[in-house]
């Protein structure tokens, strides 16, 4: 059996668990005031051209996204989102669980259009009633999308440009934001997305950790008291140390990046094959999950040999499926997909 | 340098680690569907005596405490607890972010008196008013509790009477469980504790895991839909196997309990020694946790050599402190310790 | 001028207005549970044929649909509701500030459509990644809508039959009920209603009182410790009498009826006339709420003299507008309005 | 019978309810925006010499404790109280439900001590794990308070002081805020207050209306949205002009002022006719509530002709009780209770 259902079916990155193992028996201090922690914070903020930059270890996504959101809106406020962002459909109402609406908008391919975000608060104030409604108080984006899309460089600084006119932060989700800056095509980097967001996070769970999310703020005072509420929504790791050891091992020579850059390589290598097999595209993507519209009597005859996942549910004569590839995913494991169909 | 600040300054047993590795490259499904995650449940109903239990992991006590007992009261319910409890002391109002109210008992060091527990409830609906205030719901307790107190088998059997009489779920936070179960004249089980709490977790960030916390319903129907709200609260991992490879490994062997076992031992060799040099012991305690009142010229020379934890603001002769031992403790950090005084 | 903004633009109804005048000075017990409230319960029940129904007066809407859907929907769950809902739209978020998503279904002038509300729940529960979504826990809806449109008594037997055998509860917000019972064409009475959803309101403030709406539960086991909710949400009138004498008023004799078939027959002429003048009604509607598309010149003459609502924004030519007729509105300012066009 | 349970068990002063009636047929928009609630507003603003304070007006007590103290808090802090004060004890959780602690002070007949307050934020500040731990992010008093004492005001010019030198806002909760300003002894005024606190509100429910409290933040950008969350806590009244028209005429020719005074005149005459008759004072109180111990066998023969309360449980052989007086009391209900003992 070989394995494509998504890129969190393993432990961590081999150099992340050596590292692990070799820490393991040291005494540190708690809840991220450890040295590692401290240094992995460092070569984030390098990285990030950020040299101020707030930078807090959560666990997971979820709980990141919902403690960010929690942090970034006044009680009044909702967050403005595609409706296919993963905080609307995937995230079992945490973000209403703190107070918050979430305020959708279309989705494009999984991005929202800038257009369409400034209509909506232009629209919003427009309207006497607003103070009975939702104001919209901050932009979530996912890079890259749950659909495998990227933002480019200029939609990014036109939706930052939208979001500061109108006085909003600009919030992304980098759950998988390594697969973003090693896509085919991505022309934008840390550096940038740490100057055009309010608050990011570098997702760790799905680019070679065992878990973990790096929150980064490059203008600290935009996001107060957050450790407290990181605190308040048990959000924060007993050993610290294991997000930072992780962090530091991924941001050391550019791990995180190769580690990325590997996935997208094969997973670009299955779009190809699949696409001269006359297979269908979903969605195109340029990063590491690839969407196909498989004939059923194909699908049904590789699921014998390969693990992947159905996106939606079967269809009549086709359906559409995923695959996602990570640091686990090897050359021959690609080879033996495409000898398949 | 020695240290005894906590019992969560260093990484997991070794023996956790190992299967960690051994395991790292394995594939398996996510959310604690995996095989480990079902074998190692499956340890925990038996060690607990429980076939039917409901075991869900978490990640750590915070985040434990806030959804079990999110999901355990109804909306104008509040959780009663010693006013020494973690929740009401130490979790950054996680418990009121859900909406929640702790009704405050009186500590008996660290423990809540059954007859009080009682007189509250009986006092509370005797009150022609009650429908305006906030309804005990649930009872919460630790054990061993935050100052190293155990309840006895009598006690817990008690409060399960009281609890049980008057229709509230009774709920124990175990996040040092194992130092309790080896404690010092110690009378219960955890088949004790699954027959007598409605649910309870088992700590495992303390008691030699890299994180994690097996919460037990013995009942499933007493927490009903708590997967959803366990994923509400941001407390899912998705990488879940490195919890049930944790639970597995501590619940194979018995190496839960001789993690425990050994901290102990070595906690109450520290404990004999000072009290032995006539050193005032400030709260008795069977556990891992011992608190001394030292005056602060020895207290002073100590922390040349050792680490350790003032236990409320230095006193004007004399400060209370906390020594901690782990699995990480070994028997030569102990005579040195006893050597230092 | 005259007016046609809204209905609730002036005080109450006199004959209520008398009432509270002639009982201002006898002293009674607070918290409604004195005799005019108790009085109005009654007749309540009886006017819903409902004999056993739990009935709780609150102040206003936003208010009492934020209560009870607190009070009916568990934790992980959200509410089901047209995307023109209230809730949705005008409520400020209150539902999500208790914790609950509002799940959006296509509005068909203002109305869900009962085989949608069947979809959602069906192909919800068909997902194997549900339980990373809002459940759907209720279904909401308005009776008349927002839009001034009335569901059929098959129509509200259906989706009753869909909420019950999915065992969810069907809740109707009547801010505006007496219209619907009054409405053009209506087939269904306050105790079909009552028969067919679990908890719903009748309002009081748009329909002749000061303030105040009924919630009705006719079967009080469906909505458990609805008292002390509506403490906790602040919703309880410390002067409950005030509702329960205006209450009494609107139920004896029918005047909820005769206020409410007084309105609608106003706004009906006013459509006639309109109609047979030539202008288009924007969404049809049987009840005391009227829609019109007017040419942007006539709509600036109308305003000299009468005032009324702009339903979005001025289009370039024409604009969608509302008229509301209430107890308040007479037989001369109809006769005004239909003269000016 | 005559009645002396509370001041809330008649409708409104005959002249509130005069001029609800006078104006009961004019059309005015909603929501506060009316011209009466403009006027209102402008002469609270005189009465507090606080020209530029936002007033907005709220229905009741616990829905206004509950929404200012929403308003006031960040999301990790909590509200300082008496351990007596009605948010701790009798609002069914309501800052609970909106994600607050409520951290208790001890309750000194009442108030808070000045000492304990500071002590309390420096304590909690030069405490290490300060951050797992509830911020104290304002206090909240009541005048009088629930125990019928009032703050002098150099007590409330020392709490201002503290809050200001600390950084947290200072709330008074007002709810019989008239009975405190003609106070026996009172030496503050309602400018003093507008100056000393951040926010406050002066009630009405129980000073002569039907119903109404009018918050005050004499400088409005200290609470900024209110009006958002007053929307979404379900508090905004659709007919706001009913507070306009009452608090306007409680704001003119002073008679919240004469209302409360005649009640604490004749709460001080049955004070001192109860002494004079060897009765014992529970709690000394210069307001409209009197807290007296009543021998069992007085109290029960009064009970045949008087309605008021027991405050606690019954004792063995005497019981606490209170008698309260309104702008309802009538003198010769005082001269008819003073006969009775």
């Known amino acids: 059996m070989i394995y494509f259902d998504s890129d969190y079916m393993e432990g961590a990155h081999p150099e992340v668990m050596h590292r692990l193992m070799k820490t393991n028996l040291e ?35 979820t709980q990141t ?41 279309p989705s494009h391919g999984g991005k929202v259009a800038p257009d369409e975000v400034e209509l909506y608060i232009t629209t919003f104030y427009s309207d006497d009633t607003y ?20 933002y480019s460089l200029a939609e990014l ?4 440009d939208i979001c500061h006119r109108h006085h909003i932060p600009l919030y992304l989700d980098g759950a998988r934001l390594g697969y973003g800056l090693m896509a085919e095509g991505a022309d934008f980097t840390l550096a940038d997305i740490a100057r055009l967001c309010d608050v990011f996070y570098i997702g760790g769970t799905k680019v070679g950790a ?27 790791l007993a050993k610290g140390r294991l997000q930072g050891i992780q962090f530091e091992t991924l941001f050391t020579d550019s791990l995180y990046q190769r580690i990325a850059r590997h ?36 699908m049904d005859r590789m699921r014998q040999e390969v693990s992947f996942e159905n996106w939606g549910p079967r269809g009549a004569d086709e359906t559409t499926v995923r695959f996602v590839t990570s640091w686990a995913t090897t050359p021959e494991d690609v080879e033996h997909l495409i000898d398949l169909i």
């Open 263 to 298: 996935a997208v390589e094969q997973a670009l290598r299955i779009r190809d094959a699949f696409v001269a097999r006359g297979i269908r595209v979903a969605f195109p993507s340029p990063t590491n999950q690839q969407f196909f519209v498989l004939p059923n009597t194909l």
């Open 27 to 61: 005494h540190t201090v708690g809840y991220g005031e450890d040295p590692y922690s401290a240094h992995a914070r460092q070569l984030i903020r390098e990285a990030c051209q950020a040299p101020e930059a707030l930078v807090q270890f959560l666990i997971g996504g």
């Open 131 to 150: 103070p009975h409604m939702v104001a919209p108080g901050m932009l979530y984006i996912t890079q890259p999308t749950e659909l495998g899309s990227i």
């Open 65 to 105: 996204n919902a403690t960010v959101i929690d942090a970034l809106l006044l009680r009044h406020q909702g967050v403005l989102a595609a409706e296919t962002a993963h905080i609307n459909v995937h995230e079992s109402g945490a973000v209403e669980h703190s107070g918050h609406k979430v305020l959708t908008l």
């Open 210 to 236: 065992l878990f973990g999310e790096a929150v980064v703020a490059p203008h600290p005072e935009r996001l107060p008291y957050f450790f407290e509420l990181v605190k308040q929504h048990g959000a924060l």
């Open 157 to 160: 600084e036109s939706l930052s």
